[in-house]
Structures are given as structure tokens and as C-alpha cells.
């Protein structure tokens, strides 16, 4: 479990060390990517230069056309358990399955999914692994600090951790620890994983809610430890920005057309703010009054921006409200587009087992 040949570490002697840490056949980390050059080396080392801990660690990824694989296969001289899948498929859901069904052993308890965006705190994967023993969770999720090192990554930052961004979400920058229906994905009793048939390989976006859907219907609890927090760093620009949150609309208008349930308000109020936009435009030559629901919205992102210029003493507050424009116009948009588009889908089917069950 310690490198070989090492007696102290940071002056904690050997035994000591292999009490705390899991036995590293029990334990796999998997880290999906896709492009990834930028990030994947800082992530790695992160997780792997943590006092010695030996977990066998894969890098799954979905066929990466820039340097990840060349970074990954160098690394792997400091670091012997890290191995390296391809994932034909390329969706983060297919990763994680791919890496579990090629690596996982009867000996393996836990799955620990990491994110080659994110620096990883110290200890890190013990910590997941303790907060599943203790809790006897079927999963543990955990809080995401987003920083940036841009203008508009550092707005983009600061806006989504607040309630407009996140919607009051848990797991993003969130202070208290208990069960929760959903969070960012962090570590899995890898028998859960398996009773439930693991991630949902259709969905692009959205994995994660869709698993934790279906893992509460199971009976499987998903526990957010508050005290596991790490640092993530959002996208750079607006046209990522709105690229992201357009995917993560639609792939939750799938899952609850797939699971027939109803959205929550804090998921609605995206939609409601893009169609009050909307209609406020195109009707405001018949309704002029209609105009004060889009002008109400940029004085409320306005203000946003403004608050954030004086409070981080930054001009590059001014960036976040285009940036929670672009989060909820996307998310919106993208519910709106997924349900037409999974409801048509959807009713076509529904039409077909109907005239086949006729016949």
C-alpha cells in the first residue's frame, strides 16, 4: 500500500500508514476523459501523490485526440497501478461501466469516480472510502468549490455556487453533510452499482441524476459529506458555458420522461425564465406591459454583476450576469428541446407497443 522501499512518510511510520489507508485491491479509480491534455497530469497527481496510496487507478478514455494518452502512458513510470482503457463509446457513462466491468474484481468494494478537471485535497480517496464505511451508503457524493483562473472563469465560478446558478443544490458549495436525492458523484459501494446495472449509457448528460434516480428506487441511499470538497474549474468561455448547461437541460428532461417525475421548482424556474423572456419579446407590440419581464430580468443579473464587482473588488464580476443569463437561457432551452425530442420519441414508442399488442 506504501511505495516500496519507503519507511516514513511526512514521519508516520509504515504500519501506521497501511492502517489508514484501503487495501488497494478493494478500491478503483476511475477517471473518465475526453481532451483532457490541459488537466489530466494536475488531477493525477493529486489523487496518486497522496502519502504513498497505491489504488489501482484508470484513466478510461473516450478516445482523446490531443496528448491525454501520451501524458497518462508517462505517468505511468511514477505510478505503476495507473492503467489506461479506451472507451470506444466516449460518454462518461459508458467510462465508468467500461472501467468497472474490465477492472473491477470480486475483491473490489468501492469505485471511486474522479474528474480530470478538478485538484484533488489530501486523502481525498480515503476519505470517500471512510465516509462509505461509516455511513454504509450505497453512495457519497461530494461538495464542488468552483475556482477559475480567468476573468470569466472566476465569474463563472462565483455566479454558480450561488442560489441563482445552482438553484440551491447541495453539492455546490454547499456546508452540511446528510442524505440528499442527488450530488456530484464521488464514491460507490460497487455492489449497488452492479444490483442497479450501473450508469445509464444512453444518456450524453445527466448520468449521474438518472443513476441516483434509480438508486433511491432500489432503496439505495446517497449520502453528501460535506467535509469532501474539491475544487473545480468551470468553463472559460460563454459559448462553452451555454454549450454545457444546453446538454445538462436536455439530459434532465430525459430522465424525467424516462422515469415519469415531476421536476422540482428550482429546475423550473430556468424554463419559466427563458419563456417569460420569450413572450415578453414577441408580444411586446400587441402587450407593451409584457416588456418589464425581460427588462426585470437583466436589472436582477445587472445587479448580480454589480454586487460581485464590489464584493470581490474585480471587474470581472461584471461577467457573471452573462454568465447565469447563459446557464439558465441553456438549461431552459435544453429542457425544452429534450422533451420534445425524448416525448416524441417516446409517444412513438408508446404507439408501436399499442398497435403491436393489438395484433
Known sequence: MLRSGSRHVDGVEMDQMADRFPVPESVLVIIPTLNEEDHIEACIRSLLGQG????????????STDRTREIVMALQDTYPNLHFLENEKRLQSAAINH??????TSDTRYAVRCDAHSIYPENFIQRVVDSLDETGAASVVTVMDSVGSTCFERANAWAVDTPLGSGGAAHRGGAKSGYVDHGHHAGFDIDWFRKIGGYD?????NEDAEYDHRLGLAGGKV????????????RGTLISLARQYFNYGKGRARTTLKHRVRPKIRQMIPVLALLGVIFGIALLPVTPWLALIPLSYVILLSCVSAAFVVGKKSLCGFWTGPALAAMHMSWGLGFLSGLMKFGTRRARRDVLRASNAQE
Not at 201 to 205: D, L, V, Y
Open 99 to 104: 472501467a468497472v466491468a474490465t477492472l473491477a
Open 223 to 234: 449520502y453528501l459529506d460535506a467535509n469532501i470538497r474539491l475544487n473545480y474549474t468551470p
Open 201 to 205: 449509457e444512453t444518456f450524453t448528460h
Open 52 to 63: 504513498g496510496l497505491n489504488c489501482a487507478t484508470v484513466v478510461c478514455d473516450g478516445l
